[in-house]
């Protein structure tokens, strides 16, 4: 049966977050059909903490000196993408956010991890915990236009991509004849004999303005989608932080929703910030007048408030179909950041099997409420995805063991243990071994010429104490037992070993056990260090 699983943070009027909430607090919805809540936890930044599985050494050493159940904070839990968007920024914008975020660093947890990320491309840090390195990609994100247009040479017309938008894409008679006013006065000095000539003019300058920004967004979307893949990528919570000043949609529309829905499908939560911070309408000055004609300078001024309004439309769409939030109109970016990046400190994981889902691969719209009449701000996705029909049982598998592996995520619905052992068989070089042990007796068998048959198979994957894919490896153990054989292992289960070449260091070591005959799961988590 589909379990979905809805996370939810639940916080006052003065943002503070509530905590101290059950079951029974919560209300939840699939489109317009009440649900009932099946499964609910109460998570906090350490519920999750790993303990240092019992890892011994060529002389049962416990690895790393550590005690089995000590916890090991370098081991990632949250990986946090801040994603800048330095094509739209201005040299402001981009300041302020630098500094914003390094008094953030100060601020994380041993168990986050933080990747910088930009939409030109040109400045990048993978995910780390290492605040230095942080801070020298931070530093050195300044504006990046892709297009070569240079900040203050006004051409003739000097348009917009909002007013190139209105005039190329939907037509208004009013931006071109705006357009046209404005190139007779700064081309041809007010001569309105030369009309028709200024049209052209004006509309062959809002084709060129419209494909440079139309190039700019598609530039950025590329590099959102990059950043979102490397980030789908890493094993544990997810959030992707998007600070921009915002930028017009136009025809982009169906690039927008694909980023909200590869988010959806991979579990990651998109804040975004308005880079431009707390700001009112800027309607230019003198020395940067909306336009050097006097005759348009109204109109030009109503542009330049509706594109301001406009760009932030990109940023709420993000954030609110993502179950992010959307931080704006406030000076404190600080603050902003440490929200989003910042682990609350406590979330609720509200989990229902939907009833007659049709597998159809549709998209269903999930809300959120509480039961009581408090007036909180409740956050939490926005929906989900049903499975499609067309996949086959051995297709659904792979993909529930992937998406388990990449999670941090225990289940239970078969009963295993962990251990680790290591084996040094020199300084620079390790033998890691995973032991799963599997209980049987809650494991289902299909009965079939008198034996009792069954597929389990054992997903191993080891990653780095940044998150990093190092190795692993999946086994299948094909189970045809005689009732006596299957009788004697009811009580003893079955461990099944595999062993990974690996370097001295800290390690997360996810393992994920499936059964083909009940498709029940298990996963769990163990973290060892080896010594160097």
């Not at 136009?250 to 990651?268: M, S």
């Amino acid at each position: 049966m589909n379990l979905v699983l809805v996370r939810v943070v639940v916080r006052d009027s003065q943002g503070k977050v509530v905590e101290n909430l059950h079951r029974e607090d919560f209300a939840l919805a699939d489109g317009r059909n009440p649900q009932v809540i099946s499964f609910f936890n109460v998570e906090t930044p350490g519920s999750h903490a790993i303990p240092v599985t019992t890892a011994e050494g060529a002389n049962g050493e416990v690895a790393g000196g550590a005690s089995p159940k000590a916890a090991l904070p370098a081991i990632p839990q949250r990986f946090v993408s801040v994603l800048y968007d330095d094509v739209h920024m201005n040299m402001q914008d981009a300041v302020t956010v630098r500094d914003a975020t390094t008094r953030l660093f100060g601020a994380l947890a041993p168990t986050d991890r933080v990747g910088i990320f930009t939409t030109s491309g040109q400045a990048t840090q993978d995910f780390t915990s290492d605040r230095d390195a942080l801070t020298k990609v931070l530093n050195g994100i300044v504006p990046r236009s892709v297009t070569g247009h240079i900040a203050g040479v006004a051409e003739c017309p000097d348009l917009s991509y909002y007013q190139a938008d209105l005039i190329e894409n939907k037509r208004d008679t009013q931006a071109l004849a705006a357009a046209t006013a404005e190139t007779i006065d700064c081309a041809f000095q007010g001569d309105q004999t030369k009309a028709q000539i200024a049209q052209v003019m004006a509309e062959s300058t809002a084709q060129r303005e419209l494909s440079s920004g139309d190039a700019e967004s598609e530039y950025a979307y590329r590099h959102i989608e990059d950043a979102m893949r490397r980030l789908a990528s890493m094993p544990g919570q997810r959030v992707m932080v998007f600070v921009s000043p915002g930028f017009i949609l136009a025809q982009l529309f169906i690039e927008a929703h694909d980023i909200i829905d590869r988010a959806t499908r991979t579990n990651i939560v998109i804040d975004t910030i308005d880079a431009r911070g707390l700001y009112t309408p800027d309607l230019g000055d003198i020395a940067d007048p909306p336009s050097r004609s006097p005759r348009v300078i109204g109109i030009k001024s109503m542009y330049r408030v509706s594109a301001q309004s406009a760009q932030s439309e990109i940023l709420a769409e993000f954030a609110a179909g993502t179950g992010g939030t959307y931080f704006h109109n406030r000076n404190d970016l600080d603050e902003g950041l440490r929200q989003a990046v910042a682990a609350p400190p406590v979330s609720y994981v509200l989990g229902f099997s939907p009833q007659n889902l049709k597998l159809n691969g549709s998209y269903h719209t999930l809300k959120v409420t509480l039961t009581g009449k408090q007036k909180f701000n409740v956050q939490a996705r926005r929906g989900y995805y049903a499975p499609r029909k067309a996949k086959d049982p051995a297709e659904t598998a792979k993909e529930e063991i992937q998406e388990a592996i990449l999670s941090q995520d225990e289940i239970h619905d078969l009963p295993v243990d962990l251990q680790t052992q290591f084996f040094k068989p020199d300084a620079s070089q390790a033998k890691l071994s995973v032991v799963a042990h599997v209980d049987l007796k809650s494991v289902r068998f299909r009965k079939a010429e008198g034996r009792n048959l069954n597929d389990i198979t054992l997903a191993t994957a080891i990653f780095d104490e940044n998150g990093n894919f190092v190795t692993g490896g999946e086994k299948i153990v094909q189970m045809k037992l005689l009732d006596g054989t299957l009788d004697r292992l009811g009580r003893s289960g079955i461990n099944v070993k595999s062993s990974f070449d690996v370097k001295p260091g800290s390690y997360l070591v996810r393992l994920v056990v499936r059964d083909a005959e009940g498709e029940q799961m298990a996963a769990k988590n163990g973290a060892v260090v080896i010594p160097n």
